[in-house]
């Protein structure tokens, strides 16, 4: 199975923050990474997939990069609804293994 | 809109099955693959099962692989999970997802399932 290891698994920004958060896979998984929000209380919500393409409606602050072992989700400039935490995900091969999350607080 | 409605949840006993349902609507269902995905309560994701649209494929996580098994019923636009020997550790909020091809796109509000004696 495809091990996905999100760091950090928090971190503490402000708001105006640029973010940067990092997925890598145990082994490549050429560029089907998706990234997804979750609010508490939420469901996740799709922000990326492909490790780049942003989905319909979400912010240009976010944006995804990376391939094969090495991903990340950057958000340009934390605004006060972006804490949350984020979730990566491979669409390689079964299991489609999720990251462990990474949980972004104001500071 | 995209809908997907889960049921069946509840309080379980060690060792009973259950079965989930998730009703879908707003798309046309046959044409999608569906997850199911569970999050023990403060914790992370957990990945499930995964039931594709063409040719009856059907797919599992180790952790559950032998104990559940995922169903559709296309005429009914919808997904199951038939959950057997359940343990304590089963406890959580299970969702019924959409597949997007390179994302889950949809996602149920979820269901509880709590194993306890």
């Known amino acids: 199975d495809i091990q996905l290891t999100q760091s950090p698994s928090f971190l503490s920004a402000s708001v105006g923050d640029r973010v940067t958060i990092t997925c890598r896979a145990s082994?490549?998984?050429?560029?089907?990474l998706a990234w997804y929000q979750q609010k508490p209380g939420k469901v996740p919500k799709l922000l990326i997939y492909e490790a780049s393409t942003l989905q319909s409606g979400v912010p240009s602050r976010f944006s995804g990069s990376g391939s094969g072992t090495e991903f990340t989700l950057t958000i340009s400039s934390l605004q006060p609804e972006d804490f949350a935490t984020y979730y990566c995900?491979?669409?390689?091969?079964?299991?489609?293994?999720f990251g462990q999350g990474t949980e972004v607080e104001i500071k | 809109q995209v809908q997907l409605v889960e049921s069946g949840g509840g309080v379980v006993q060690p060792g009973r099955s259950l079965r989930l349902s998730c009703a879908a609507s707003?798309?046309?269902?046959?044409?999608?693959?569906m997850h199911w995905v569970r999050q023990t309560p403060g914790k992370g994701l957990e990945w499930l099962s995964f039931a594709a649209h063409v040719g009856n494929n059907k797919y599992y996580a180790d952790s559950v692989k032998g104990r559940f098994t995922i169903s559709r019923d296309d005429s009914k636009n919808s997904l199951y999970l038939d959950m057997t020997s359940l343990r304590p550790e089963d406890t959580a909020l299970y969702f019924c997802?959409?597949?997007?091809?390179?994302?889950?796109?949809?996602w149920g509000q979820g269901i509880l399932v709590t194993v306890s004696s």
């Open positions: 997802a959409r597949d997007g091809i390179s994302g889950i796109d949809f």
């Open positions: 082994q490549g998984i050429s560029s089907f």
């Open positions: 707003g798309f046309t269902f046959r044409y999608y693959g």
């Open positions: 995900q491979q669409f390689t091969t079964f299991p489609r293994t």
